[in-house]
């Protein structure tokens, strides 16, 4: 990012949110992982808590570097293990707010077995899966999201793996809240951070991305822009629950929706071992 | 319950007739455990059934995790909220903490773990002794860091060793592991847990400004090279990461910041060893051979060393009770006296601990080694003291 | 090892309490005797089908080598334990077995104890365990009575310690001339 862009304003109003010392961020124009921490922020902004009741943790990869970007206790953990990580605090602290932010590949591959337990558990986490469909901090391979066909420098013929769905994942190993919402829906997207902020119980957000410099080059999908006008063409709010087809994600195959939504809101007894912390 | 009562069952004051696994998950609660993360694996899994009874009754947490990727994490979270900590594992779920151990030693979020060794590698045999790990919790994870590994030889150091884990954890703010055998965990003897009142518990260092008083740097340091730690929920604000960072805890992918604060998470241990360090003497003032045990083994060789002195052999022992730091101060200081001979170093492992010994010497060292399943008995390790 | 030392094993398959009887000896000599005491006992697919050990040592020291090697006192509750332990007994110990489940080779002494029958006469077959223990103590001579007594008031659950106490008085008191005469 260049430092040169001249300065239109002095101050933003999520100023006291974000560690104004920490910028220019490390992200790509186009990018939306930036978008996601401003709908996070303004979510916790809108949940009318104290600062020092949030905590956001995230793992390791460009999603993995949001939790450094906020100004509330933040945990940049190991590849993976940010859930775990999230659920100490979650149920040591149980007044606390826990938000982990980051990537499909950190949540859905490496990370994989914490996100199915932590969902199975309902631990009282707001989970926020930026989903660019690869690995963007090395370079553009594939991940467990990547969609069928679509091209990764570690699948340069194409991607033969079927994709995890996550919604439906998450959903079916037992989560309280299952949405899926793009950076192009920012009200939504928000409002979905709230939600999850205020519920107790496992509340899992997709945010779909681009990533314009690695899986939207790759993959012909034109610059962050272009991909955003993608989501706006393509998305459609889903009726209900959609299972795995539904769900399921082609981004070069114009004529199929990608389905978005809050698909799931249930009450489920949220995860807290037996015991009153004393100290 | 009132506090007190509390305090009384959290505190199994009294004399018992206790398993080493339990006197382990005792000396946990005795310490303020608030939060347990965990696995089962044999030989450890005592350890956590133990807690899963009690911890709940006094107040704390027990999460039985999915794997141990997951356990070692959730207690370094834990941790970083304020709770003491702990998992206890056994040699393939140690391998499996081992990049966590990297992540709380560079994050300083004291933590403890517990490794019930049995004879490995991979899965071995589960359910008897090994020391095979004696290397693997000083250099497991990648890179330079500080821990420190206590080997505790009874029951009675199992609950003692435990408690000072936490302290010396929570002092340094270092991941402490604590080396048990699988011999040890499984062994019931006398243990004597003292009153409540009589813990001394290390505390962390802390804050010593109020939140939102004046910036709080998370990784500033002064002449104790630990910096004060605040917990999530404390409103101080503050950022961790494994990454190499500055005392703002922000990344700083730089070499010299890198430098900086690798050499401080080892001198953290290095410059400390003094008061970190542990370990036994028996018989050592005129010994030519010196028998350096540890964990069980040490119980063998104790019982050798006292029949080589009843046949008139000059033996002693030097057992170690902290693995790491290694008692290296004291070794020097036997050699200077200059009657030492020749070092023996029995251990139900291929010579781990022995490389130690033969770093600081060039006095023979003997060696007496099982890959694991069985410890030596004292006649085995009489065989060798000449 | 020291002179003090002296090394019993258990053997029993599982059920028989043989772990209760082995902490029971243990407890009594390290807790109420003032002797030091190691318990151990078989473990994972040791203890699991066949004959499983319960082992204690007692020594007026503290006890280096914890394991067993050569019992002063073998006590079996069925004869696959007779056959895998009997044989390490040092010479001149104690040998108990319950002769309803352990039939000894010819010529070879031991104290017969029909636990099973005597715990049953006393309406309860699962403190065999407790009645063995009581002969034991009694013959063996390694821990007293006094303390036998108090580890069983401190360890089985409140309601049972008056069945307890009177199957270890049953094995202690069960009449010496029923029993063979002891090894050496």
Redesign the interface.
Known sequence: MSGSAPIIASTHPNDGLL?A??FPHILCPGCGIGTVIHCYVDAMAASGL????H?C?SGIGCSGRA??YV????????H??A???????A???P??RVTVISGDGDLAAIGG??LI?AARRNVDLTVICINNFNYGMTGGQAGPTSPRGSVASTAPEGVHDRPFVLPDLVRAAGASMVSRWTVLHVRQLRDAILRGMQKRGFCFIEALSPCPTNFGRANDLGDGMAEMEVYRERCELADGTPGYDALDIDLTDHTRPILVGDFLDIERTPYQ??????? | MTAQAAGQERVLTGTHFMLGDHACAEGALAAGLDFFGGYPITPSTEIAERLARRLPRVGGKFVQMEDELGSAVAIIGASAAGARSFTATSGPGFSLMMESIGLAAMMEIPIVIVDVQRASPSTGLPTMVGQSDALQARWGSHGDYGVAAYSPASPQECFDLTLLAFDVADRYRIPVLLMMDEVVAHMTERVVIPAADAIQRGQRPRPDHAPGATRHLPYAVGDTLVPPMAHAGEGYCVHMTGLTHDERGYPALNEATHNQLVNRLVDKVRLNAGEIERYEEYALEDAETVVVAFGCTSRSAREAVKRGRAAGRKCGLLRLVSLWPFPEARLRGLLERGRVQRFLVPEVNLGQMRREVERLTQLPVLRLNHAGGAMPTPEDILAVIP | MSEGRREVRIGGFGGQGIVLAGTLLGKAASLYDGKEAVFTQSYGPEARGGASRADVIIDDEPVDYPYVTRPDVVAVLFQEAYLKFAGDLRPGGLLIIEPDLVTPESGVHALALPATRIADELGRRVVANVVLLGCLVRHAGLVSRDAAEQAIRETVKPATVDLNLEAFAAGFAHDAGAVSEAAG
């Open positions: 560690r010392d920490r104290a600062l020092s009741d905590a943790v939790a450094g100004n509330v206790d933040s945990y940049h953990t190991t993976g293990r859930l775990p990580f999230a659920l100490g605090i149920v040591y602290k007044g606390m077995n914490h337990h071992p037996v015991g009153e912390h004393t100290a």
